[in-house]
């Protein structure tokens, strides 16, 4: 495993893989940037997963049958400020819309342009300033497109990973946004891959679905699950390096994965500390990803962590609720290395040093189930004062 991570390397700064472009523009939708894309120069195999709501938003619902009649993409359109979702059919029609503008402007089929929105749920899409805004959008090289999907971000989220491949580079980049509304399966969150490795999209897809269900499904800030949301990846193979079984390419691709949910789960909505949650020993890695998750989406843990308060009764409490399988008499846990609990009764600690750590920006809570073999891992964040004024004025 050691010798697949040295060939994969983070970058310091974002960039485009090979034949991608991208641009973000100011449309009127809002002050700032609030409409992007992306562009690939050739027609790239893609793969997507989306929203698990039945009120699935007019765009996300047009992408996914997009990408499932071909499995190729070459374009994808999104916008912030309107979500285009509980609209109808006016709502259809205008995603339908901005398919078509993309497809107009750039001279390809709109089969293969993907569309996105985020932002208030029930209005209707400004589809003068939208489709003006189409027309004035370039093909650049920067990560204004990152900006431009942001809502209550409080910054772009964004990475890039070199992967040598016998010799050859590929990269892997990726963005998303999202801060509020977020348990996935999925939640209010759009992420975007990029790649210039060359795979099939059979291949791609089921990369991509392996790989949420440890990253962006294993994140939550605050229980509510959105309308719009999904993930997409485009691999256009501009490298010439065919990645299929390539351990190299999954350890990048995972590591933009894992890298973008935890920056969700950092930067949800007045959040002053990232969560993570570790379970091992678990019967089943189902279970133990079922623990992990319950833990960071508890609102009483989530709620002492904000507070400093080493209450691991708040931790057993919801490990408890859970229908995984435990050793009720030989559970253990851990708060940033500190061990508060041995066969589920507490040991001794100092308090005033676990609060202390409980400080910190990162809490990182490790449980022993003591039944298996499996472990599982899960991010969310603190519950503050500001999330409920952020929430009580999000239209206003």
């Not at 894309?37 to 997009?66: D, M, R």
């Not at 960071?296 to 995984?324: C, E, H, P, Y």
């Not at 809570?365 to 891992?377: H, L, M, P, T, W």
């Amino acid at each position: 495993m050691d010798q697949i991570q040295n060939k994969v390397k983070k970058l310091d700064e974002y960039q485009w893989p090979q034949g991608f472009f991208s641009d973000g523009i100011h449309a009127g939708l809002r002050d700032g940037l609030d409409l992007g894309w992306i562009y690939s120069e050739t027609p790239a195999a893609a793969a997507g997963v989306y929203t698990t709501s039945q009120f699935q938003a007019a765009p996300t619902k047009l992408t996914k049958n997009t990408i499932n009649l071909n499995h190729q993409l070459q374009a994808v359109v999104m916008n912030s400020v309107c979500a285009n979702s509980c609209t109808g059919p006016q709502g259809e029609a205008d995603a339908l819309v901005m398919q078509q503008a993309v497809a107009d402007k750039m001279t390809i089929d709109s089969n293969l342009v993907g569309v996105a929105s985020t932002g208030v749920i029930g209005q209707y899409m400004p589809m003068g300033l939208i489709t003006a805004g189409i027309k004035k959008l370039e093909l650049g090289d920067s990560d204004k497109v990152a900006h431009a999907v942001m809502t209550t971000d409080s910054h772009a989220k964004t990475i890039s990973v070199a992967a040598d491949i016998d010799g050859e580079t590929v990269i892997v980049s990726g963005f998303c946004k999202g801060s509020g509304m977020i348990h996935p399966n999925m939640a209010t969150m759009l992420g975007f891959v990029t790649t210039d490795a060359k795979i099939a999209s059979y291949e791609l897809q089921a990369l991509l679905s392996e790989h949420v269900n440890d990253t962006f499904n294993q994140i939550t800030v605050d229980g509510d699950t959105s309308t719009n949301d999904m993930v997409t990846v485009m691999a256009n193979g501009a490298s010439g390096v065919d990645v299929a079984a390539s351990d190299e390419f999954e350890a990048a691709f995972h590591q933009v994965l894992s890298y973008l949910a935890q920056e969700i789960a950092a930067d949800g909505e007045g959040a002053t500390k990232l969560v993570e949650a570790n379970v091992k020993h678990a019967e089943t890695k189902e279970d133990a990803q079922k623990i992990a998750k319950q833990i960071v989406g508890s609102n009483l843990v989530k709620s002492a962590i904000f507070g400093d308060d080493a209450n691991w009764g708040r931790i057993m409490g919801a490990i408890g609720q859970t229908d995984a399988k435990l050793d009720v008499d030989h559970v253990s846990l851990w708060i940033n290395g500190i061990q508060l609990v041995k066969d589920s009764i507490s040991v001794n600690f100092d308090e005033a040093v676990v609060k202390e750590t409980l400080a910190s920006s990162k809490v990182v809570i490790d449980v022993d189930v003591n039944v298996g073999e499996a472990s599982g891992q899960a991010w969310g964040c603190d519950l503050t004062y500001d999330y409920v004024k952020i929430n009580a004025s999000y239209r206003s």
